[in-house]
């Protein structure tokens, strides 16, 4: 039977910021934004809630479509994000929670990583984001662009398929077709949410810079339900600030800022910082966050802090 509950953010993911040291029901605070503190009897308005990462970040059918036999399909694209994209990441990221430093291959997992939790969730919003990051109107995965990419491909490889003017209108035509279908059942804007997570991962992500931040003994990161949060990648400046877990957080940049006195460096990528800088991280993330902040501690500063943040 398929699972019909899809994952907004991996169950892996926030099991880095578990509350408890229980492997089988790893538990996770769940913050909703706007929402006062309220610890009360009545589950529906307790803020935060105490949730098993199973169940924390989900929705009923988010990456569904439906097929051509008019059944619904669950699975096929929180897979695609599963095989191609988490399981490769997932010992780079165990690796990272255990403050060890990373090769050149484990950099490109991670970023390969990186680019699908941007996209996933609700990507369909972040279309125009990617845009805007790479100083271009959005770009065009059109149906007739994308048969024209194929046509000039193909005929650079001398394709003789392409010779014959009729034979490439009915390529345009079937694909067309085939496309608007898709689009009409829902599959389409999924797909696209597959060929963004490349795009942004090969024209940003591989040609920026990385560092680990460690938060301070008695202060820990948080992460939400749009963790990966960055400025515009044309600005000199630029940097992606990434959760990895309660203590490490990834910071991809183009140009780094100047370390401060009170870190302490620990190896070649991994800094301890200090009280100022782990605070601006907790308001990048929270002021980023669409409508849930995932914890390891309940606190009723944190949801007032939240709430400062809207």
């Avoid at 229980?22 to 309220?38: H, I, L, T």
């Avoid at 662009?145 to 491909?153: F, R, T, Y």
């Avoid at 963790?227 to 780094?256: D, G, H, R, W």
Wanted: aromatic letters at 14%.
């Amino acid at each position: 039977m398929s699972k019909r509950n899809n994952h907004l953010q991996p169950n892996f993911y926030l099991k880095g910021f578990r509350s408890n040291t229980d492997e089988k029901n790893p538990k996770v605070w769940v913050y909703e934004k706007g929402k006062p503190f309220y610890e009360g009897k009545t589950e529906q308005l307790q803020n935060p809630k105490h949730l098993t990462t199973e169940k924390a970040a989900r929705k009923r059918g988010f990456y569904s479509f439906e097929n051509e036999d008019g059944t619904k399909d669950y699975e096929k694209y929180e897979n695609i994000l599963r095989d191609d994209f988490e399981e490769p990441a997932k010992p780079v990221i165990e690796k990272i929670r255990q403050f060890e430093d990373i090769d050149k291959e484990e950099k490109e997992k991670l970023y390969n990583y990186v680019a699908s939790m941007l996209m996933r969730g609700d990507y369909w919003k972040r279309i125009g984001e990617y845009a805007e990051t790479v100083n271009q109107p959005l770009v065009k995965l059109d149906i007739e662009q994308d048969v024209s990419q194929i046509v000039n491909i193909a005929k650079e490889q001398g394709d003789t398929r392409y010779v014959n003017e009729n034979k490439l209108t009915k390529l345009f035509t079937d694909y067309i077709e085939k496309e608007t279908e898709k689009r009409k059942r829902g599959e389409y804007e999924k797909s696209l949410m597959v060929r963004f997570t490349e795009k942004f991962r090969d024209e940003i992500l591989l040609n920026l810079e990385f560092r680990f931040f460690i938060s301070p003994k008695y202060m820990s990161f948080f992460t939400s339900d749009n963790p990966v949060c960055y400025t515009s990648f044309n600005e000199p400046m630029a940097q992606l600030v990434f959760p990895i877990s309660s203590k490490v957080c990834l910071i991809i940049y183009k140009q780094m800022y100047l370390t401060s006195s009170n870190w302490q460096r620990k190896s070649d990528q991994f800094w301890q910082i200090d009280d100022k800088t782990i605070e601006t991280i907790r308001g990048f993330v929270t002021h980023r966050a669409i409508k849930e902040i995932y914890c390891s501690q309940k606190a009723q500063w944190l949801v007032k802090f939240i709430n400062s943040r809207n």
